[in-house]
C-alpha cells in the first residue's frame, strides 16, 4: 500500500511537471494589435481574438470611435494594454485595453479631425475594423535615378487587403425568462451526523433508523397498484457513512432505493409518489389568460408533469380528456381549462401552483405588431419620333403627290373616280381633277322642309231623340274601308325630312359649308417636313400603412372592375343571356409578417401586384379590356426596426420603329428622305417598391394596462383576493 501511495504521488509530481508549460502557455495571452494602410484606408487588425469574437456597444463621437469586444478568452494574466499610432493621417492612435473581462478597442483622430464609421469583418482569425474614406498625406515615391543606365523608378508597392472569409450573421439577444426550481426530490432536514455501514439492508429499515435518529415521525406510503414482489421499500441498499450530514445521508438511502420522500411538519413520509401528498391543506386557483388561448396553456402545462384535464363539447356523452407527460417539475399538480371563459384553474400545493404561475406569466405574452409602410412606384417613360416628309409637283398634265412616304403619281388633266378606276390619292372620289379641291368643305346627308301628311276628315251630323242636332268630324273611309291621307292645310306645319333616292332607295347627300376651291398653278413645286419628339413620363403612386401582428397577414386591393369577355349563351326559350366576366385592374398587396425578435428584426413577405386596363376592343357594343400587369414576390426577407428595403428591376421595356417609303427613291441618301416616313416608339416602364417596418412599442402613450403598479390598498386587496 506504501508503494502504490508514493507511485501516486510520485505521478501527481510527474503530472505537475508535464501541464506546467501548458498552464502556462494558457495563461499568456496571445492577442496583437496590427495596422495594414492602403491609399485612403487604414485596416486595424486584431490577431489571436478566434472566432466567437464580437464588436458591441459602439460609441463615435467627431473625434472618438469606441467599441467593446466579447467574446474572447484573455487567460490567467493580466491583459498589457497595446497603442499603435498613425503618422500622415487624420487618425492619430489605436489602442486596445482590458475592459472587465472584455476588450476595448478606441481609435481617435487629430483635432479637428473625425473618425469615419468603420467596416467590422472577420477573416476567420483575425478581427479586422477598416477605416476608409481617408485623405492624409500624398505617398510619394523615393529612389535614385541614374539617366546613364537604363532601368525603373522603385514605386511603393501596395498589397491590397485580403477579403475576409465568409462567415455567419451575429447573433442577437434574446428575451430570457429564469427562474429557480428547487430539487422536489430532495428532504431538507437537519439532524445529527450520521456514521452508518449498512450492507444489503432493506429501504424501509433504513430510513425509519434515519428518522428515529433524527427525531423525526415516519410513515410509509405505500402503492397499492405496485405488485409487492417488485416492492422498492424492500430493494436492499448499501453504503456507509462517517460523520456525514445528516440531510445528505437521508436523501442518498432515497435515492439509492428508488422511493420519494416529503417532510411535512415533523413526519418523514416515504413512497413511491408521495410529492402530491400531504397533510396539509391544497390550494385553489383560477388563471385568466389574456392572450394565449387556454388548449396551448394546457398543453404546456402537461408536457411540464400537471395533470391537465380537458372537458370536450359534446352534449349528450360529455367526456373528460386527461393529458400529462408524467414527468417534470409540475408533478402533483392538477388543472382544468374552460375555452369559454379563456381561463385555467389549478389545484395543488401552494409552492407547485406558484411555479406554475410563473410559467403562465411567461409564455402569456402580447404578439408583436408591425406598422408597415409601403410605397408602389410605377415609372412609365415613353419616348416617340415620327419624321415626316410630304410634297406635290405638277407639271403640265402630270401630278405628283408624296405624302407621308406614300407615292401617288397622275397623268392626265383629270383622274377617274374610286368606282371606275385607281389614281385616289386624297381618300375622296368626288375630286376628279387633280390640284382641285374645295377648302373646309364637309359632307352631310341632303334635308328638305316639307308639310306633313294628317288624315282626312269629314263633317258627320248627328240627331238625338229631341231632334237636336250635332255635329263633329271623323276620319275618312273610303270604299275600301282604309283611311284617306292628304297634305297638311296648315301652311305653317312643316317637318324635317332626309331625301332619298327613289330609283336606289339610299339617302342622298350634299355638301355642307362649301366654300371656296383651290386650284394649284401649272410648274409648280410645294413641300413641307413635319418632324416631332414627344417624351413623357408617368408615375402611379400608392402608399398603404398596413398594421399587422406577427404570425399574421394583410392585404390592400384598389383599383377598379373592368370587363375582360363576354360569353352568349342561348336558353330554352330561344332568347341569349351575355356573361360578361369581369377583373380588378388596380393594386393588390398582400402582406404577410412571419416574425419579429427581440432584436428589432422583422421577417416578412411582401407580394405586390399592378395591373393596367389596355382596350381590346368592342363585342356587342360592350368594351372589352385586356390586363397589362406585373407582380412581385419577394419571398422571406429580414428587415431591421425602421430600415427600408427598396425593390427595383421589375422592368418592361417595348422599341418599336416603322418606316414608310417610295421603292428605289426612298433608300437614296439625303434625297431620299423627301420620299420616306419615319416612326420610333419606346416604351420603358420601372416598378420600385419601397418597404420600411415600424415595430410598434405597446407601452408608447401610456402606462395603464401595461406597467400598472397597485398601491397599497388595492395591493392588499389583489393578494388577499389571490389567496
Given amino acids: 500500500m506504501s508503494g502504490l501511495l508514493a507511485l501516486g504521488v510520485a505521478s501527481a509530481a510527474l503530472d505537475g511537471v508535464v501541464l ?27 490577431a489571436g481574438l478566434g472566432t466567437e469574437v464580437r464588436a458591441v456597444s459602439q460609441n463615435q463621437s467627431d473625434g472618438l470611435w469606441s467599441a467593446r469586444l466579447t467574446g474572447v478568452y484573455l487567460g490567467d494574466r493580466p491583459f498589457t494594454p497595446q497603442q499603435q499610432v498613425i503618422s500622415s493621417s487624420e487618425l492619430l ?11 476595448q478597442l478606441i481609435v481617435k483622430a487629430r483635432m479637428g479631425k473625425r473618425v469615419p464609421t468603420p467596416t467590422i469583418g472577420s477573416n476567420g482569425e483575425s478581427l479586422v475594423v477598416s477605416f476608409a ?15 546613364r543606365r ?47 455501514t449498512l450492507n444489503n439492508a432493506p429501504a424501509k429499515d433504513a430510513l425509519m433508523s434515519l428518522a428515529r435518529l433524527g427525531g423525526f415521525g415516519f410513515v410509509f406510503v405505500g402503492d397499492g397498484d405496485t405488485p409487492s414482489d417488485a416492492d422498492s421499500s424492500e430493494y436492499p441498499v448499501s453504503m456507509a457513512f462517517r460523520n456525514e450530514r445528516y440531510d445528505r445521508a437521508l436523501n442518498s438511502v432515497l435515492m439509492a432505493s428508488g422511493l420519494q420522500g416529503r417532510l411535512d411538519g415533523n413526519t418523514l413520509l416515504v413512497g413511491t409518489a408521495v410529492s402530491a401528498k400531504s397533510f396539509g391543506p391544497q390550494m385553489s386557483k383560477v388563471f385568466r389568460m389574456n392572450q394565449v388561448d ?3 396553456a394546457s398543453q404546456y402545462l402537461g408536457n411540464l408533469g400537471a395533470v391537465m384535464n380537458s372537458p370536450s363539447q359534446g352534449d349528450s356523452d360529455s367526456s373528460v380528456a386527461s393529458y400529462s407527460s408524467g414527468y417534470g417539475p409540475l408533478i402533483g399538480l392538477t388543472g382544468t381549462a374552460d375555452s369559454r371563459l379563456n381561463t385555467i384553474t389549478l389545484v395543488g400545493d401552494p409552492k407547485l401552483i406558484s411555479v406554475a404561475q410563473n410559467y403562465l406569466r411567461q409564455i402569456d405574452l402580447r404578439k408583436r405588431q408591425v406598422a408597415v409602410k409601403v410605397q408602389i412606384l410605377s415609372v412609365d ?10 410634297f406635290s409637283s405638277r407639271i403640265g398634265d402630270k401630278f405628283i403627290v408624296s405624302e407621308n412616304g406614300n407615292a401617288y403619281i397622275n397623268f392626265g388633266k383629270y383622274k377617274p373616280s374610286s368606282a371606275s378606276g385607281t389614281g385616289v390619292y386624297s381618300g375622296d372620289s368626288g375630286y376628279l381633277q387633280p390640284g382641285v379641291y374645295d377648302t373646309n368643305t364637309e359632307i352631310g346627308p341632303m334635308k328638305r322642309f316639307v308639310r306633313p301628311f294628317v288624315a282626312r276628315q269629314v263633317r258627320v251630323e248627328t240627331k238625338d231623340e229631341d231632334g237636336n242636332i250635332t255635329y263633329s268630324l271623323e276620319d275618312y273611309i273610303n270604299e275600301s274601308g282604309e283611311k284617306e291621307y292628304i297634305r297638311d292645310p296648315n301652311p305653317d306645319s312643316l317637318a324635317e325630312k332626309e331625301m332619298i333616292d327613289e330609283k336606289s332607295g339610299l339617302k342622298l347627300y350634299e355638301k355642307v359649308n362649301d366654300n371656296e376651291r383651290y386650284r394649284q398653278p401649272d410648274n409648280s413645286f410645294y413641300a413641307y417636313l413635319n418632324s416631332v419628339i414627344v417624351s413623357s413620363s408617368a408615375k402611379t403612386l400608392a402608399q398603404p400603412t398596413l398594421l399587422v401582428q406577427e404570425g399574421e397577414q394583410a392585404k390592400v386591393e384598389a383599383g377598379e372592375s373592368v370587363i375582360t369577355g363576354r360569353t352568349t349563351t342561348e336558353t330554352s326559350n330561344n332568347s341569349t343571356e351575355f356573361t360578361f366576366t369581369r377583373e380588378n385592374a388596380g393594386l393588390v398587396l398582400d402582406l404577410k409578417v412571419s416574425r419579429i425578435d427581440d432584436n428589432g428584426f422583422i421577417t ?75 416612326s420610333s416608339t419606346r416604351q420603358k416602364t ?18 395603464y394596462g401595461y406597467g400598472y403598479r397597485p398601491g397599497t390598498p388595492a395591493g392588499r386587496e389583489l393578494i388577499q383576493a389571490g389567496t
Avoid: C
Avoid at 506546467?20 to 486584431?46: F, K, Y
Avoid at 485580403?162 to 430532495?186: E, W, Y
Avoid at 417613360?381 to 410630304?390: A, E, G, I
Avoid at 416598378?687 to 402613450?701: F, Y
Fill in 20 to 46: 506546467a508549460p501548458s498552464a502556462l502557455a494558457r495563461s499568456t495571452s496571445g492577442v496583437e494589435l496590427r495596422l495594414r494602410r492602403s491609399p485612403g484606408r487604414v485596416d486595424v487588425v486584431i
Fill in 93 to 103: 492612435s489605436v489602442r486596445l485595453e482590458p475592459l472587465d473581462s472584455d476588450l
Fill in 133 to 147: 474614406g481617408l485623405k492624409g498625406s500624398g505617398m510619394r515615391s523615393s529612389g535614385r535615378l541614374d539617366l
Fill in 150 to 196: 537604363p532601368g525603373r523608378v522603385v514605386q511603393p508597392v501596395m498589397a491590397p487587403p485580403m477579403r475576409p472569409r465568409a462567415v455567419a450573421p451575429p447573433l442577437g439577444d434574446m428575451a430570457v425568462g429564469t427562474m429557480l426550481i428547487n430539487n422536489r426530490s430532495f428532504v431538507k432536514a437537519s439532524g445529527p451526523p450520521v456514521s452508518l
Fill in 294 to 296: 387556454v388548449e396551448s
Fill in 381 to 390: 417613360l415613353d419616348n416617340n419620333k415620327s419624321v415626316n416628309t410630304s
Fill in 604 to 678: 416578412m413577405e411582401v407580394n405586390p401586384q399592378i395591373s393596367v386596363p389596355v382596350g381590346a376592343g368592342n363585342q356587342g357594343g360592350v368594351p372589352i379590356f385586356n390586363l397589362s400587369g406585373r407582380k412581385l414576390q419577394s419571398g422571406s426577407i429580414r428587415l431591421r426596426d425602421r430600415q427600408t428595403l427598396i425593390l427595383t428591376g421589375v422592368i418592361q421595356e417595348s422599341d418599336r420603329q416603322q418606316a414608310q417609303k417610295w421603292p428605289i427613291l426612298g433608300d437614296l441618301p439625303i434625297v431620299g428622305q423627301l420620299f420616306r416616313s419615319s
Fill in 686 to 703: 420601372e416598378l420600385v417598391i419601397v418597404v420600411t417596418p415600424t415595430v410598434l412599442d405597446d407601452d408608447n402613450g401610456g402606462s
